[in-house]
């Protein structure tokens, strides 16, 4: 892989071995509660281990730290899968999963702010998340702190008209500390993204808009690793956008071969049969 | 096509003629607000806001296209490198001054009322109240204040921003509430709608009572009288102190009681003056739904209160376009209507 890691992953533990913990994780709340969006969680999980074991530079022991990557997830029926991932990143303890989405949890079904350690917005109302992450970078550079501000949404989110006005402000304001993440599966609520306004060439939308942008295989880690490494390192004084083509349930093969929708049915007894069948996957 | 439920206003308008009797023309809505009689102060919100930020560096100001028209303009002058202009974008004005406001900075957003209040308040909401975040938010074109129409009168604002938890709500009468907010609105920790008149602004308050100042959360009597309470808000605290001297000399004892903050509501000052027998009228420049009428009502009923009760306020329609005296004639927000109202009521 192209460069080391910043904080947060100085063990050996390889980014492979990251995302599958984020997706056993993921399941093991998904169990609990008996549901939870976990075609999102499992299919993001790579872009999540890439952002928190590659790219964010942060301190377990103190979210709050002034001098933290800011990272957004501006959709926040996706806090399952942040959950695992502020849990596998010291963030969270490990032992709350069993918490998720029940009465008085730090992690209630959609994210927010007020009730979760490292959750930087209370997101869920789709199309805010970007236009947040412009004041929050507008902010940083104020400070002259250093820092980049993550904003991570969906592909439904490209809908939103607020996304838009935020893209067009970000390049306004040539926002060089601005990360913006698209996790594309091309599945919303009523059916694929592609057949609702996600239409057209997604990175050359952006570049239109004055973004530098890439498209990768958003369950590749060495093209992840290699396309934010190209983001954080871009001199030009643009905002930058990362479209992560992600495959919905990746991971477990019954349910990636599932009919596919966006709140993906998983029976009582197929939880453990998941856990199962990523278990036989256990990187070596 | 026409259906039937869609209201055609092809014919002539059933607007009356202006105080004069004349046809005025629409005036532009950058336009002062008249105040016949009244001093006049340039831009209070913006100066108030430039001398509070020389003291406060947290402070920054943004606006969506409408700087000018809100006097954050004065501010972007003198401090232009804290004025943020965010293009014609209410939604991003919004979210942006949320992220600013979570990176510890105090930002004041200007735009039209009804911009914030209709376009934008899933963004005030979520990203700003929700989280109880300081973002001050100051919107022009009030209620009834500009002849432009539906698309630019916000009669509904207050409803609006009184129903979200968290927000605090001032509808400021004059030079002297919109001077004494600014610095009350970035004292208060969480978010804050103001209602803004710009350009030159009457100053009223002080004329009647010489010791006034705004205060965050409290009504004050501006006139005692012994025959009716006048309960006001906003411009309406103008035209209220203006009907009172007029009905003093036909013997009408008026007393007003300056309500600039909606919200929270000085509960006890108003529980105390309108427990002392007087007939009971709310004004407000807003419609007859969801605002300081139906707020004191409520506190009213609560505390087993039944003094009579009216109110002058703004009808549940879209209203006509047209100049603005005119249409204060028409919706009875005039003077002359509250003169005529209340004489009505005794």
């Given at each position: ?56 530079d942060y301190r377990p022991e103190d979210p709050e730290w002034e001098g ?217 | ?205 002080t004329r009647h009572k010489p010791d006034y100042r705004f205060e965050l ?130």
């Amino acid at each position: 892989m192209a460069a080391q890691p910043r904080v947060g992953n100085l063990s050996n533990v390889s980014l492979e071995m990251r995302a599958w913990n984020i997706r056993r994780k993921a399941l093991l709340m998904g169990e609990v509660q008996g549901q939870g969006y976990i075609g999102q969680a499992l299919g993001v999980a790579d872009v999540l281990a890439t952002s928190y074991f590659h790219a964010l530079d942060y301190r377990p022991e103190d979210p709050e730290w002034e001098g933290r990557d800011r990272f957004l997830l501006s959709i926040g029926h996706y806090a399952i899968a942040l959950y695992a991932a502020l849990m596998e990143a010291g963030i969270l303890p490990e032992e709350e999963f069993e918490t998720y989405g029940m009465d008085d949890s730090r992690m209630p079904m959609s994210g927010m702010a007020s009730y979760t350690p490292g959750m930087e917005i209370t997101g869920g109302s789709l199309g805010q998340g970007l236009g947040i992450a412009v004041g929050m970078a507008l902010g940083l550079k104020r400070k002259n702190n250093p820092a980049f501000v993550y904003n991570l949404m969906s592909d439904g989110e490209l809908g939103e008209g607020a996304t838009w006005e935020a893209v067009m402000s970000a390049t306004q304001w040539r926002l060089d500390n601005l990360i913006c993440i698209v996790d594309f599966n091309n599945q919303q609520a009523d059916g694929p993204s592609r057949d609702a306004l996600a239409v057209g060439a997604e990175a050359p939308k952006w570049a239109a808009f004055g973004w530098h942008a890439q498209e990768v295989d958003g369950n590749d880690l060495d093209a992840l690793v290699a396309a934010f490494d190209t983001a954080r390192a871009l001199t030009e004084p643009k905002p930058r956008v990362i479209i992560c083509h992600t495959k919905m349930c990746k991971g477990v093969d019954f349910l990636e071969n599932r009919e596919i929708t966006h709140f993906v049915r998983v029976e009582a007894d197929e939880w453990s049969r998941a856990l199962a069948k990523l278990e036989d996957a256990r990187p070596a | 096509m026409t259906l039937a439920s869609m209201k055609r206003k092809y014919e002539p308008r059933r607007v009356q003629l202006g105080p004069d009797g004349q046809k005025v023309a629409t005036s532009a809505m950058i336009a002062s607000l008249a105040a016949e009689g009244y001093d006049t102060v340039a831009a209070p919100f913006g100066h108030a806001l430039v001398n509070l930020a020389k003291t406060d560096e947290r402070i920054v100001g943004l606006s969506a296209d409408l700087s000018k028209y809100t006097d954050l303009h004065v501010f972007a002058k003198a401090m232009p490198k804290r004025f943020y202009q965010m293009g014609m974008a209410e939604q991003l004005l919004f979210s942006a001054a949320a992220g600013l406001a979570r990176e510890g900075f105090l930002p004041f957003a200007t735009t039209y009322a009804v911009f914030a209040s209709r376009r934008a308040y899933d963004f005030i909401a979520m990203a700003i109240a929700e989280e109880n975040l300081p973002v001050k938010i100051a919107c022009a074109l009030p209620g009834l204040t500009t002849g432009y129409g539906p698309s630019h009168q916000a009669t509904e604002d207050l409803a609006i921003f009184r129903g979200l938890p968290n927000m605090v709500v001032i509808d400021p009468c004059d030079a002297c509430d919109l001077t004494g907010m600014v610095p009350a609105m970035a004292a208060h920790t969480g978010p804050v709608y103001a209602r803004l008149l710009r350009g030159k602004v009457p100053s009223v308050l002080t004329r009647h009572k010489p010791d006034y100042r705004f205060e965050l959360g409290k009504a004050q009597m501006i006139r005692e009288g012994a025959d009716v309470l006048v309960i006001s808000t906003g411009i309406m605290t103008m035209r209220a102190l203006d009907a009172a001297e007029i009905l003093a000399k036909d013997k009408v004892d008026v007393a007003v009681l300056h309500v600039p903050t909606i919200k929270p509501l000085d509960v006890e000052t108003i529980l105390k003056e309108s427990g002392r027998g007087r007939l009971v009228v709310v004004a407000e420049n807003h419609s007859t739904n969801g605002g300081l009428g139906e707020a004191v009502a409520k506190e009213l009923l609560l505390a087993g209160l039944a003094p009579t009760f009216r109110m002058i306020s703004l009808p549940d329609e879209f209203l006509e376009a047209g100049a603005l005296p005119t249409l204060h004639d028409l919706y009875g927000i005039s003077t002359k209507g509250v003169v005529k109202q209340i004489k009505g009521w005794l």
